[in-house]
Structures are given as C-alpha cells and as structure tokens.
C-alpha cells in the first residue's frame, strides 16, 4: 500500500507552491494560508489503490460518496434504476467505471451549477454522461457539477473498450455522480449508505449471480 496522487493535482499543487514560497518572504499569515490550501489540495486529490471485483454481472459503484437518491425512470422504452452518489469536498473524487464493455456516447450538457444535492440538479446542471455497453445492455454514468465543481474531466472517447473499475475522470471539488442501468440488475444498496468508488457492488444480475460467489478482482 502507498499513498499516490491524481494526475490533475500538479497545476493546482505547483501554483499554491510557488505562492507559499513568495509569502514566506513577505507576508507570514498568508504563507500560513496558502499552506493551508495546498495541505487541502493534496487531500482532495489522493488516489487510494482500490480491490475491484469483476464481472458483468455486477456494477461496482462509481464514485465515492453517500447515496442519496434512488429512483426509477424511463430511457427510450426501457425501466432504468438511477442511483445518485453525492460527493463532498472531503470525498476521493475520481471516477471509475461500473462496468466493462465498450463506450457508446458520450453526451455534454451545458447547465446550472445548483446545488448537486438537489433532484433537479441531474436535467438542470453542468453534465457529462457516458453510455456503456455490455452483454446486459447500455449502463450509464453521469458526471453532474455542483454549486462548488466548475470542472468536469473525462479521459476516455467513443468506441473506446473499457475495463470496469479503471478510472476514467475526475470532478473538481464538490459534484454529483448518477449511475443508471436496466432493470435485469438488482439493487445491492440503499439510500443512506455510503459507497466506495470501484469496490462497492451497486447492483448484481441476480439471474446469473450465485450467493457464494468468490469474485475475480484486481
């Protein structure tokens, strides 16, 4: 186990530096501020190593945070279950994909910056979804900015074959992620609990899932 940072720190982290060095010289309690800041952005941006398990017969949460929000809906003609994790200043912040298959879509959503604890946040708000396809059908995953978040960072294109569990972006301080998936996965959690990104089991194929099963992970 080490403890490892997200690339997307080294902008932020260099400038707060170069700060800290010039108050130093000049003016002390901002050189204590800017240490503050820079103490804060090496917390935001930490990348713990994760044990993903396997399989396409599981959905392995996408972000860390609380769940917030369940509920169903339609795409197309399809039932959809919508799982919403709200992500606080003080959660690990990179996003990993739920499942293996191959990129579909990817859809951009200009928008508000509401609050993303609101329900209305997931039509109204800044968003970037990317639709997945595996042998179940198109699982989504959508990255939701917040009143906090202005930045919404995803590293994969379309028709790029994916690998569950890998990370694939990153919302800058304070958002919301929604993960939507058909009605042949099964619920594994509940409103209230929090989920850890790349390890929680979200939901399970419970025609094909056997309780004592040993999963492969990585």
Do not use: W
Not at 3 to 23: D, P, Y
Not at 39 to 66: K, M, N, Q, S
Not at 167 to 174: A, H
């Amino acid at each position: 186990m080490y403890f490892r940072f997200h690339k997307e720190i080294s902008t932020s982290a260099i400038i707060v530096f170069l700060l800290i060095i010039f108050f130093y010289f000049i003016y002390i309690p901002f050189f204590v501020f800017f240490l503050i800041i820079l103490t804060f952005i090496l917390y935001f941006f930490r990348d713990p190593e994760r044990t993903i398990p396997l399989g396409e017969d599981i959905l392995v949460a996408p972000a860390d945070g609380l769940i917030t929000n369940i509920t169903k809906l339609k795409i197309g003609k399809k039932n959809y279950t919508k799982i919403s994790i709200f992500l606080s200043v003080f959660d690990v912040h990179i996003q990993r994909l739920p499942t293996s298959g191959k990129l579909e879509k990817i859809d951009y959503f200009e928008g508000k910056f509401l609050s993303a604890t609101l329900d209305k946040s997931s039509d109204e708000n800044e968003r970037l979804t990317i639709s997945i396809k595996n042998s179940k059908g198109i699982i989504q995953v959508t990255q939701i900015a917040g009143l906090i978040a202005r930045r919404i960072m995803c590293y994969i294109k379309e028709n790029d074959d994916l690998a569950q569990g890998e990370q694939y972006g990153i919302i800058k301080f304070g958002s919301r992620v929604d993960l939507s998936f058909p009605e042949v996965y099964s619920i594994n959690v509940a409103e209230g609990q929090r989920s850890i990104g790349g390890e929680t089991i979200i939901a399970y194929d419970k025609k094909t899932l056997k309780q004592d099963r040993k999963f492969k992970t990585i």
